[in-house]
């Protein structure tokens, strides 16, 4: 079955730094990303998602990267703002297949 | 529209008893998945429900976990009896289709077993 590592668990930043959250998978035929943000105290929502016919994917300050042959694709936030802290989990999956998370990653924006 | 709804949002037990865990998903949502997460790991799998039936059980960890979906429309899991282990938030996620797709989640429920 699919393995998803994600990494760091932790990431403390300062308000306006950037952020970038980096996870591997183990299955070459996902083909689906996407990104999730877990709020204090509220439930997990998709904030961006890409497809593995996409290198790169932006909304706003966020982006995702995709880099198929290497297995591995990141969630790059810029401009960080203290809304930002949250855990951001990752996720994989192909076709039908129920996605995979990654273990999550706490980041904390410092004001 | 209402999102994923769960029920109780935390729950306290002692070793040894009962807990169900309820789901409402969004309505018209065939799927549902039944997640879980330990403190600090990763949300993993238990289960999926296309309509009422069970599609893929391979992540639940034993028979004192059961999981149900009568009628298509909510779903709830029972652990019976809880073990120290269990303790965690369970989450339930739904979506239109399966896979390739973005599931809504639930507020999860927060289960302590002491």
């Known amino acids: 079955g699919e393995n998803v590592e994600q990494h760091p668990s932790t990431l403390s930043v300062q308000e306006g730094d950037s952020a970038v959250i980096k996870c591997t998978y183990s299955d070459s035929a996902s083909n689906y990303f996407p990104w999730y943000k877990q709020e204090l105290g509220k439930r997990p929502q998709l904030i961006i998602d890409i497809r593995s016919n996409v290198g790169e994917k932006k909304d706003q300050r966020i982006a995702v990267t995709l880099n198929k042959t290497a297995k591995h694709f990141s969630l790059h936030i810029t401009e960080t703002q203290p809304e930002d802290s949250a855990v951001y989990f990752c996720?994989?999956?192909?076709?039908?297949?129920?996605?995979?998370f990654g273990r999550g990653t706490s980041l904390i924006v410092h004001p | 529209e209402a999102g994923v709804t769960q029920f109780p949002s935390h729950s306290v037990i002692e070793k040894g008893q009962t807990v169900t865990l309820r789901c409402d998903p969004i309505?018209?949502?065939?799927?549902l998945y039944w997640y879980r997460r330990v403190m600090g790991k990763e949300i993993k799998f238990l289960l999926h429900?296309?309509?009422?039936?069970?599609?893929?059980e391979s992540g639940m960890p034993n028979n004192r976990f059961l999981a149900e979906r009568t009628g298509g429309t909510y779903s709830t899991l029972k652990v019976q009896p809880a073990e120290l282990e269990d303790s965690g938030v369970y989450f339930c996620a739904s979506s239109q289709v399966t896979g390739g797709t973005e599931a809504f989640f639930g507020q999860g429920t927060r289960l302590t077993v002491v």
């Open positions: 429900f296309v309509k009422e039936s069970k599609q893929d």
């Open positions: 309505s018209g949502h065939d799927n």
């Open positions: 996720a994989a999956s192909r076709g039908s297949y129920i996605p995979t």
